[in-house]
């Protein structure tokens, strides 16, 4: 599974703290967009889809939150409740996220727009297409 937890440098003085992301430093890939998801409400889930080609790293700037991760043969559970990191997934990774904290903002870089014929949303498609890759 291409999904791992990067953890970002904090530069701080006695003023607060700053975290600086740069293509090739910290961030795999040329960012082509920006979205951030908050006021999330109690109890949803969001996510249930993967992606077919996307690479993206999702950074909890504030609050937090968990992500499901299913490669179609594993899984895995990601907490992600510090700014100072981040998670990147890339390829064919069904993701779901859950338990948002009412402040949590999620926020996603991407390397590509956004493009609805990149998203498998059906899990038994999800599986079909894993099998093939
Ligand atoms: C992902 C997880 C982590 C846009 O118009 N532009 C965008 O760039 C995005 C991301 C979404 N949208 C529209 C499409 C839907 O009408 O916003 C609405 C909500 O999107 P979606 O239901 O896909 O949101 P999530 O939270 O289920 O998933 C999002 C990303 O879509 C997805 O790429 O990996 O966050």
Redesign the pocket.
């Known amino acids: 599974m291409t999904a791992k937890v990067i953890d970002f440098d904090v530069k701080g003085d006695d003023r607060g703290s700053l975290i600086a992301l740069e293509r090739g430093y910290n961030v795999p890939f040329d960012v082509k967009?920006v979205?951030y998801?908050f006021d999330t409400k109690e109890g949803v889930r969001?996510?249930?889809?993967a992606?077919r080609n996307?690479k993206?790293l999702?950074v909890c700037v504030k609050g937090s939150c968990r992500f499901l991760l299913d490669d179609g043969e594993q899984k895995r559970r990601v907490a992600l409740d510090s700014p100072d990191k981040g998670l990147y997934?890339e390829g064919l990774i069904w993701?779901e996220?859950y338990d948002f904290s009412p402040d949590c903002v999620l926020m996603?870089l991407a390397d590509a727009f956004?493009d609805e014929k990149d998203?498998i949303r059906e899990y038994d498609l999800f599986l079909q297409t894993v099998k093939k890759a």
């Open positions: 967009r979205y998801i969001r996510g249930a889809h992606h996307l993206q999702a997934l993701r996220m996603v956004y998203y």
